[in-house]
């Protein structure tokens, strides 16, 4: 069995990977560009991607869309006009605003998840760009195939499944997280089973992109003979040159032990998985500050219930303040020991998937 080739609408990577979109401020146009020039799909993370920009807290929603043209453009630039897309969570407040200045500035894939997407079709409509939802179950594929064939008549160019191993926000229960039998593997099952009949309805393909503890080229081989056509990798990039986060939140991953991987409770109501912090602990033993939400970033997040501002917890950690920030990773992040390039992540999956299916053979 050979690699398969992951092709998105009017776009083919060379190699099946696409890097997770990570935020906030860790997937941006280096990170995203570089994956890009090594032939898989970069994403750079949209969410609340203008912090840095000097009108952040005044003009949040215009540093937002300043920002996210500019990496779109840089990213094309790093890559050669490499596959670049954009994660934005349907969670987030103006998501259709931003998906509407992504693709205006050339996005050529949205990803969205944290929600469901059901309306993504019609902002990416007349446009070359593909609209491709993020799932966690068969059930919420089979609901967006139904949705967007009775509204739209089209199908997803391509679907991400995240399973329960994945990093940041996660689209399971406590109780499914700590069950063995809820994995990437056999929720990949599910979701094939679930979209067979729209597949057989419009005679084509859905290509399964899976991620959530792909770590490895062995990983990443066994979940491609299983049935997805690429995979998603988010945690094995951050610890690289050209990750766009702080070389402290880098050092987080490599000093991190398993026991430091924590599941937790985010302010948006959703579980989250992240490394162990001083912050967290105060936050788990309710001794953390007061505080005040200046980014009123997220739907589901009410200011007047929630014990911190993620936004705020978020961008600390990307620049490496612990005391009073987190940084979230996937489960196996404890498994990475140094600093790598993109090139070299790239390699190494792929030099392991590849004779994981030529053993298959």
Request: aromatic share 6%.
């Amino acid at each position: 069995m050979d690699l398969p080739v992951l092709t998105i609408g009017k776009f083919t990577a060379r190699v099946p990977i696409v890097q997770g979109g990570m935020g906030v401020g860790i997937s941006l146009s280096s990170l995203a560009g570089h994956v890009a020039l090594n032939g898989g799909i970069g994403v750079i993370s949209g969410v609340e991607i203008g912090f840095k920009e000097p009108d952040y807290l005044k003009n949040k929603i215009e540093a937002n869309r300043r920002a996210l043209k500019r990496h779109i453009q840089e990213a094309k630039r790093i890559s050669q006009n490499g596959v670049i897309g954009v994660n934005i969570m349907v969670a987030v407040n103006n998501f259709e605003e931003y998906v509407k200045t992504a693709v205006a500035a050339g996005a050529d894939i949205i990803f969205s998840g944290a929600g469901l997407p059901l309306n993504l079709p019609q902002l990416t409509q007349g446009t070359a760009t593909s609209p491709v939802p993020i799932v966690s179950s068969g059930r919420t594929a089979r609901v967006i195939c139904k949705t967007w064939d009775k509204r739209f008549g089209i199908l997803p160019d391509a679907m991400v499944l995240e399973g329960p191993l994945a990093g940041g926000h996660l689209g399971f229960s406590l109780e499914d997280l700590h069950d063995p039998e809820v994995t990437l593997e056999n929720i990949l099952g599910d979701v094939l089973r679930e979209i067979a009949p729209y597949e057989e309805k419009y005679g084509k393909k859905i290509p399964i992109i899976a991620g959530g503890g792909i770590d490895s080229g062995e990983a990443m081989g066994r979940i491609i003979a299983l049935g997805a056509t690429g995979v998603q990798v988010g945690t094995r990039f951050v610890a690289t040159e050209e990750c766009d986060a702080s070389d402290a939140f880098k050092q987080s991953y490599i000093d991190a032990r398993e026991e430091d991987i924590t599941l937790i409770k985010s302010p948006v109501g959703m579980p989250g998985r992240a490394v162990m912090s001083p912050f967290l602990e105060k936050v788990i033993t309710h001794t953390n500050d007061s505080f005040k939400c200046f980014a009123n970033c997220l739907k589901p997040c009410d200011p007047r219930t929630a014990p911190y501002c993620i936004a705020d917890a978020l961008i600390n950690a990307e620049r490496g303040n612990f005391l009073r920030g987190y940084a979230f990773a996937g489960a196996l992040a404890y498994r990475i020991t140094r600093i790598q390039s993109v090139k070299e992540v790239m390699e190494e999956l792929l030099g392991g998937a590849r004779t994981y299916l030529e053993n298959l053979k």
